[in-house]
């Protein structure tokens, strides 16, 4: 049996890309009781009108319909967690048609990533993978003086959402210190807990893993913050007019000044949007040693040019955006949209509502 959508419904998934027949197979199954399609747009040709008018539950990424188009859409899905790139479309600014979006589905595979990366740079990954390409056995001599692990490691999360979340269990089982970050106080057990969704046997749902919370939607809260002797910061924001360069020369000289590692200064995890940081503030930061690297799965602008200063900054480790990418994301995407289809009918609120005004 299929879930939650009835045989009046019309499921329609517009992705980039060619789907996998097992991911349409997989789809269809899902929703067996719905007339399902799944169209991958031509770039430059509009989508054909009888698609848009027959759709009632609509999948997408970044394709949406003209107003005129939109009349029989009862619910919006996005296969991503934000949409920075789409808060001035008027489906978003000019209807009331619910949005959800696949927030939490990105913790597991980003919060991999982000140690990942953490422990290519402190246990020298790349320094052993050319030696043994080379057929070389270097000394212990050295390494010894450089690498080290991360317990008793202090890290700042910016952004305490479900990434945020599972890089804080990931990193508080390694033995680091986790604090929080929100926009917003949290200051009540109630207020700490996580009511989006959240993939099974991840995350931090009660919010019980940090140390300590912080909120402000201010720079200087932001600043107050980077000054708790951090060793790591994870920015896990959302991109607003708000956080927008959040992150420029003052808030790395506030970061490194207030680090008490004695063997490594901070380092900076970035799995949010590019502009957040100030790009040409973290090369020089880089390159002055004031921070001890980067990991950078976002950029300013993507694709990031070939001869970009970025790219040849000391300690940086840069991907083209894909820390959530993984064969788990469609499915956990499509467990969120069948759970709001069930909650829809039954007349419960939505998880993962995009709240217009808020962009995000």
Known sequence: MGEALSSKEHLLVIFYQELPASLVGYINNKFSDAEVTVYRPIKDVPVPSDLWHNATVLVTFTTLPDLKDAKNLKLIHFLSAGLDHLVNHPILKETDIPITTSSGIHGPPIAEWTVMNWLISSRYYIRTYEAQKEHKWDSKQSYMQGMHDQVGKKLGILGYGSIGRQIARVSSAMGMTVHAYTASPRTTPESKHDSGYIVPGTGDADGSIPASWHHGADR?????????????????????????????????????????????????????????????????????????????????????????????????????????????????????????????????????????????
């Open 220 to 360: 200087e809260s932001v600043r107050s913050f980077l000054a708790i002797g951090l060793d790591h910061l994870v920015i896990s924001l959302p991109l607003t007019p708000q956080t927008t360069h959040l992150l420029g020369p003052e808030e790395f000289a506030i970061l490194s000044d207030n680090c008490t590692h004695p063997n490594s200064k901070p380092y900076v995890t970035n799995i949010s949007r590019g502009k957040v940081i100030d790009q040409d503030a973290l090369i020089v930061a880089l390159k002055s040693g004031q921070l001890g690297g980067a990991a950078l799965d976002v950029a300013d602008p993507e694709p990031l040019p070939k001869d970009h200063p970025l790219w040849d900054a000391p300690n940086v480790q840069i991907s083209p955006h894909i820390s959530g990418a993984g064969k788990e994301y469609f499915p956990r995407s499509m467990e969120i949209l069948a759970n709001n289809l069930e909650r829809m009918k039954r007349g419960q609120p939505l998880i993962n509502s995009y709240r217009r005004g808020k962009s995000y």
